[in-house]
């Protein structure tokens, strides 16, 4: 059975930085393109960023340009998010995704931003 597990949210102050994690299993997670969406209270989930199966290519949504970065580790089955330079308007719950034969979410994690 597919799993996506997020770790690696919290409450950070502005201008603080976080690291995303999100461990795969049940699927072959190199086969996988991944990317990393948001969801803030009374909106809809963007996409934030995202990756292809072989790490050679990645693409962001404006908003987080030049602050957040996406990578992955195929040995580990874990794609990563590293924010930085963190804004209020960064606060949402963060969900990993697995594109592949089929397409796969994970439950969130919480990222708060807030002095």
């Known amino acids: 059975q597919a799993q996506l597990v997020e770790s690696g949210g919290g409450l950070v102050q502005p201008g603080g930085s976080l690291r995303l994690s999100c461990s795969a299993s049940?699927?072959?997670?190199?086969?996988?393109?991944m990317s990393w969406y948001r969801q803030a209270p009374g909106k809809e989930r963007e996409l934030v960023a995202g990756?292809?199966?072989?790490?050679?290519?990645?693409n962001y949504a404006d908003s987080v340009k030049g602050r957040f970065t996406i990578s992955r580790d195929n040995a580990k089955n874990t794609v990563y998010l590293q924010m930085n330079s963190l804004k209020p308007e960064d606060t949402a719950v963060y969900y990993c995704?697995?594109?592949?034969?089929?397409?796969?979410w994970g439950q969130g994690t919480q990222v708060t931003v807030s002095s």
């Open positions: 995704k697995a594109t592949s034969m089929y397409t796969y």
């Open positions: 049940g699927f072959i997670f190199a086969r996988a393109a």
């Open positions: 990756i292809n199966n072989v790490g050679d290519s990645t």
